[in-house]
């Protein structure tokens, strides 16, 4: 089974950027997408990002648009997730996660992501 | 954007009994191409990642008790515990992923009684 690992996590200011990663265990076949889900302490799943693996397409939903920025290395088995401009309502447990299409089959443990001055 | 909608928030089943959550989207997520239903099932134990259960809103992931099982078509849905475990404490999410933005249920807490 594919392990992902995440890392990057940590306090930020508001304001401030922070660069996630994600790396795969073993190679993600071309029919899988990567994704990025965060989670609110005591809240629900949120999906932040998506990207095809050869990298040719990608989706973020209006929350997050225009702030964060997904992106991949193949070569790495790696993702990543840029976020700018961060608020304290991004505080949360960002979690890799990967499947065929647009299906999350298997997670990473997270990664915790503190936005607070 | 499709909205996800769970029933009950919380739900409290004894042991060996039937636990049913229901899920609802705003819209179809029956694909007319192929005739399947983009909706997962997942479950969320304190302090773990999601673990998929269910997709394609009835198949099973290899590894799930067979007391886990999805039906439903269209936009209603539901997952059924058939005979409710201790290790099926747990937060439960649907999921849609027919179209972007993918989208959650708020989740449903189960619990023992």
């Known amino acids: 089974e594919v392990q992902l690992v995440e890392s990057g996590g940590g306090l930020v200011q508001p304001g401030g950027s922070l660069r996630l990663s994600c790396a795969a265990s073993e190679f993600i076949p071309s029919t899988y997408w990567w994704n990025w889900v965060r989670q609110a302490p005591g809240k629900g799943l949120e999906w932040v990002a998506n990207i095809k693996q050869d990298g040719s397409e990608k989706y973020h939903p209006d929350s997050v648009k225009g702030r964060f920025t997904i992106s991949r290395d193949s070569a790495k088995n790696s993702v990543y997730l840029q976020m700018n401009s961060l608020r304290a309502e991004d505080t949360a447990v960002y979690y890799c996660a990967s499947g065929d299409g647009w299906r999350f089959d298997f997670w990473g443990q997270g990664t915790l992501v503190t936005v607070s001055a | 954007d499709i909205v996800m909608t769970q029933s009950p928030d919380s739900l409290a089943v004894s042991l060996g009994e039937r636990a049913t959550i229901n899920c609802k989207s705003t819209q179809s997520v029956l694909s007319s191409s192929n005739n399947k239903n983009y909706l997962a099932w997942f479950q969320q134990k304190p302090g773990q990642p999601p673990k998929l259960l269910i997709y394609?809103?009835?198949a099973r992931e290899s590894g799930v008790p067979d007391r886990f099982s999805g039906r439903g078509s269209g936009t209603d849905f539901t997952l059924t515990i058939s005979s409710l475990q201790a290790e099926d404490v747990a937060v439960y999410y649907c999921?849609?992923?027919?179209?972007?933005?993918?989208?959650f249920g708020g989740g449903t807490k189960v619990e023992i009684k």
């Open positions: 394609w809103a009835s």
């Open positions: 999921q849609q992923y027919y179209g972007a933005p993918l989208t």
